[in-house]
């Protein structure tokens, strides 16, 4: 299974933003994708996850600024960011949960995208 990422960079603060995944491989069942993101000297923590019926989870840090949608159609979930600030700045990691074929459901991180804001 890969993740794909894209669309990070470096965003003036009140700016926006966004990252796209494509998730490719063997992937019978798609149960949740999402993004969570790692700050320098800090743990990884979530930022958005959506789930196969299009119930979305928002981290309390990004609500009202960012918005998650997935395509099942193409296996791509999107992160939409405004508003960005400084303390946003970190490296966004592509989440999918789910199973191959006769598999037990496991997590598949992408390879994450840096995100920096800053004027």
């Known amino acids: 299974v890969q993740l794909q990422a894209s669309g990070g960079g470096l965003v003036q603060p009140g700016g926006s933003l966004k990252l796209s995944c494509a998730a490719s491989g063997s992937l019978y069942i798609i149960n949740a994708m999402g993004w969570y993101r790692q700050a320098p000297g800090k743990q990884r923590e979530l930022v958005a996850t959506m789930s196969s019926d299009s119930n979305a989870n928002y981290a309390d840090s990004v609500k009202g600024r960012a918005s998650i949608s997935r395509d099942n159609a193409k296996n791509t979930v999107y992160l939409q960011m405004s508003s960005l600030k400084p303390e946003d700045t970190a490296v966004y990691y592509c989440?999918?949960?789910?199973?191959?074929?006769?598999?037990?459901?496991?997590?598949?991180w992408g390879q994450g995208t840096q995100v920096t804001v800053s004027s």
């Open positions: 989440y999918v949960y789910g199973r191959d074929y006769g598999f037990p459901s496991q997590d598949y």
